[in-house]
C-alpha cells in the first residue's frame, strides 16, 4: 500500500498550561510511600501530596517514669505486646482530662518496644485521608522484616461538617481489608465520642421537631467512629498526692538531685539528702508529703493552682521550672 503523504501535525499545550497542569497533578497525586523498617518512627508532614518524615526519636521517657495512670499503661502495655507477637490486638482510643499522659504513653512505648518491632507513624487529623496508603505501604513490606506499625493520631476530634472522620471509619474497621496484623491505630481525644453530640439532636427527636424519617441514626453515626475502636482507656484529673508524687518523681531524675540542692530545705526533711536517686524514685504516694521538702511542696501546690489544675504534664513542666531557676541560682551564686 502506498503511504500517506500527510504530514502529522503536532499539537503542545502552551508552556503556561503544561505548568499549571503539573502544579494540578501534584497537588492531586499523593507521591509514592516508602517506608523504611528501620527508621523508629515517621511523621506525615505537608497535606494530601506529603510524604514521610523521618523522626529523630528521644528515647528518654519510660514506661516506669509515668505515675498515676497504672490501670491505663497496663491495658496499653497488654494490647501492645499482643500486637507484637502477631495475637489479635485491637485500635485504641484514649480520651479523657488533658495533660494525663495519653501521648507519653506513647512515646514510653515507643521506648520500651522498638527493639521487639514496635514502629511508630504520627498524623495529623487533617491527613487521614492518606491514611489508606500507608496502610498499602506496610502492607508491600517484607514479610520477614519483623516490624509492627501503630499509626499515631494525637488530639482526634471531628465537627459535624468534617467528613474526613469516614476515611479513619474504612480503615479501623468496614473494609475488605481492614483487619490487619502490621497496623493498629492509637488515638488521643479529649472528646469521648470524637464527633460532637448536640442537645438539639435530642430535643428535635423528642418533639418531632426533625425532617429525617429515622431521626436515632443521626445519634449511631456519632457514636461510630469510636466504636471502632476496641479498647477505650480513660484518663482522669488527678489527687494531689499523685500529683506531688509525680513532681517528686521527675525532680529526682534531675543529675544534680534540685530536691537536695535547695538552700532552704527544712531541718526535718534532712534524710532525703541522704537518698540515693534509685531510692528516691521509690517513694510511694503515701509518704510524698514527706520527702518533698516543704518549700518545693508548697511552690509545686501554687503551680497547679495557677495552671488551673494537676496534671502529669503540669507536674512535668514545673519541674522544668524548679530545676531550671535552681541550676541558674547555683551559677549566679558563683559568679
Known amino acids: 500500500m502506498p503511504q500517506s503523504t500527510k504530514p502529522v501535525t503536532n499539537y503542545a499545550l502552551p508552556d503556561h498550561l503544561l505548568d499549571l497542569l503539573g502544579q494540578y497533578l501534584q497537588e492531586q497525586v499523593t507521591p509514592i510511600i516508602e517506608i523504611d523498617p528501620a527508621q523508629l518512627a515517621y511523621r506525615w508532614v505537608s497535606g494530601h501530596n506529603g510524604h514521610l518524615e523521618p523522626l529523630a526519636v528521644n528515647l528518654f521517657l519510660s514506661l516506669d517514669d509515668l505515675h498515676g495512670i497504672d490501670?491505663?499503661?497496663?491495658?496499653?502495655?497488654?494490647?501492645?505486646?499482643?500486637?507484637?507477637?502477631?495475637?489479635?490486638a485491637n485500635h485504641v482510643l484514649m480520651t479523657g482530662t488533658r495533660g494525663a499522659g495519653k501521648s507519653s504513653l506513647i512515646r514510653a512505648l515507643l521506648?520500651?518496644?522498638?527493639?521487639?518491632?514496635?514502629?511508630?507513624?504520627?498524623?495529623?487529623?487533617?491527613?487521614?485521608?492518606?491514611?489508606?496508603?500507608i496502610r498499602a505501604a506496610i502492607n508491600a513490606l517484607p514479610a520477614d522484616c519483623g516490624c509492627h506499625y501503630v499509626v499515631y493520631c494525637d488530639d482526634l476530634a471531628f465537627n459535624g461538617q468534617?467528613?474526613?472522620?469516614?476515611?479513619?471509619?474504612s480503615v479501623l474497621d468496614g473494609s475488605l481489608d481492614?483487619?490487619?496484623?502490621?497496623?493498629?491505630?492509637?488515638?488521643?481525644?479529649?472528646?469521648r465520642h470524637l464527633l460532637p453530640q448536640l442537645m438539639k439532636d435530642n430535643v428535635n427527636i423528642y418533639n418531632g421537631q426533625t425532617d429525617e424519617v429515622n431521626p436515632y441514626e443521626t445519634i449511631d453515626e456519632t457514636v461510630s467512629l469510636s466504636d471502632r475502636f476496641g479498647l477505650w482507656l480513660s484518663f482522669h484529673p488527678m489527687d494531689q498526692n499523685t500529683y506531688l508524687h509525680i513532681v517528686?518523681?521527675?525532680?529526682?531524675?534531675?543529675?544534680?538531685?534540685?530536691?537536695?540542692?535547695?538552700?532552704?530545705?527544712?531541718?526535718n526533711d534532712a534524710k532525703v539528702n541522704d537518698n540515693t536517686a534509685s531510692d528516691t524514685q521509690k517513694v510511694g504516694v503515701e509518704t510524698t508529703n514527706n520527702t518533698l521538702p516543704d518549700n518545693i511542696r508548697a511552690a509545686a501546690l501554687r503551680w497547679a493552682s495557677e495552671r488551673g489544675g494537676r496534671s502529669?504534664?503540669?507536674a512535668y513542666q514545673f519541674s522544668r521550672y524548679w530545676i531550671g531557676q535552681t541550676r541558674l541560682a547555683a551559677e549566679d551564686s558563683q559568679s
Open 71 to 88: 490501670i491505663q499503661k497496663a491495658k496499653l502495655v497488654q494490647n501492645t505486646r499482643q500486637f507484637l507477637k502477631g495475637h489479635p
Open 248 to 267: 517528686h518523681h521527675y525532680l529526682s531524675l534531675s543529675p544534680n538531685r534540685s530536691i537536695d540542692n535547695t538552700n532552704d530545705v527544712k531541718a
Open 312 to 314: 502529669g504534664r503540669v
Open 111 to 133: 521506648q520500651a518496644y522498638h527493639s521487639e518491632g514496635l514502629r511508630i507513624i504520627e498524623i495529623a487529623r487533617d491527613d487521614l485521608r492518606v491514611l489508606d496508603k
Open 178 to 191: 481492614s483487619e490487619q496484623d502490621k497496623l493498629l491505630v492509637y488515638a488521643t481525644s479529649n472528646r
Open 162 to 169: 468534617d467528613e474526613s472522620y469516614r476515611t479513619l471509619k
